[in-house]
């Protein structure tokens, strides 16, 4: 490329060839062409077609930028149309997300029922049961209340219910592992909503019962409804809360099983055991080996998962990369997280984003230097109380081989030599 450049006297600043470096700036059209190997930069700038003239005007709504229409949920309805319209889940594209909070468009869904249309006017949530006074609640009567707020993930029993099969599946990172999401949460403290009517002394257990065609209903131990972090949450990342989340409210339970935290919330009842609903027997129980089910399991495991690279997520070339990805824990804060290049033989610490906030996702970060060589690539998560993320092997341990709620176990990718990401069993 012919480079018309000059050199004035005094751009030797030394000897032996030093020039000064606005060399650099006058050889730009030199230093362009070389850019296809990434050492260059463009100068002069030029003034592209959409510096010339002003750009569209402002929006009573923003939306995502323009290159992201394939960065969406991934829709699986559970039954043929027609059957049980609206059940199933969608997955958070995982691996194409950065940072820890979930834009609302994109926070996984899984409904019983489909999404209900409600008039916020004229829903209710009604406390009743073992009180001292039972009362019914209109949004607005809500609104007055203080609010607070808490940034929290919600995980479905379900995720990673792939893995569970019995041939690995392959699926990208969040339509394996994406039913999880986080957000900032803000509403009314359980607590204080509670208060509003008395709890009887004799009261455990809260019935909490969904306005959906499904009825969604769970029990919760009255020890979690007054233990500070439960919510009945009006907003989600600040503001109002999504339809498919639960529109105009729904209880959010930090750390706990996602079907636990009921949606489109209509009823608490205080009761003095737990009732048993279709919610917690026939779902969300846990298999065990001796053909007993484990019911009311409510704390998610400490887990992780490597977003990139991963399932088509793919290195390129051999070169260093920047290996990323999230771990959470219902117990409480992500305290470490490490990561094996070579399947497991040696981890190294990876780097955690703080501050790390307990029962919410956190970021790591490892630098890895890729020699294009077939590789495995795992990440391992601890908490602050104690919990390791387990092995495939050992999480399965105590479980029913079609058992498939709770699955934190290690994820596995292999990296081929070609750069291609899959999902393997070691
Ligand atoms: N009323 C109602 N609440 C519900 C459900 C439902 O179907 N109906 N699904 C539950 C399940 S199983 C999960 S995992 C979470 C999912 O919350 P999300 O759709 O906001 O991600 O909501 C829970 N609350
Ligand atoms: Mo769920």
Known sequence: MPNH??????????????????????????????????TGFAAPLEVPAWSKSPGSSMSPYGSPA????????????????GIANGAGVSFTPLEHLQGTLTPNGLFFERHHSGVPEINADEHRLVVHGQVREARSFTVDDLMRFPM????AFIECAGNSLFNSFAEPQQRRAGEIHGLVSCAEWTGIRLEDLLDQTGVDSSASWIIAEGADAAKHSRSIPMEKALGGDALIALYQNGERIRPEQGYPFRLVLPGWQGSTQTKWLRRLKVVSAPVHTKDETSKYTLLQKDGQARQFH????????????????????????????????GAGRITRVEVSADGGQSWAEAVLETPTRPKAL????????WDGRPTMLMSRAYD???????????WYEPYAANQIFHQNAIQVWSVAENGEVSNVYI
């Open 5 to 38: 450049q000059h050199i004035d006297a005094d751009d030797n600043i030394a000897g032996g060839g030093l020039l000064h470096r606005r060399v650099f700036l006058r050889r730009g059209v030199a230093i362009a062409a070389m850019s296809a190997t990434g």
């Open 66 to 81: 323009p290159d992201q229409q394939n960065v969406v949920r991934t829709v699986l309805d559970l039954y043929p149309a």
């Open 148 to 151: 607070t707020s808490r940034i």
């Open 298 to 329: 409510f704390e998610m495991g400490v887990k992780s998962v490597i977003t990139s690279p991963s399932p088509g997520v793919s290195p390129t070339e051999s070169g260093v990369y920047n290996i990323t990805g999230l771990a959470w824990s």
């Open 362 to 369: 956190s970021r790591f970060q490892q630098a890895w230097q």
């Open 384 to 394: 602050d109380q104690n919990n390791v993320q387990p092995t495939r092997e050992a």
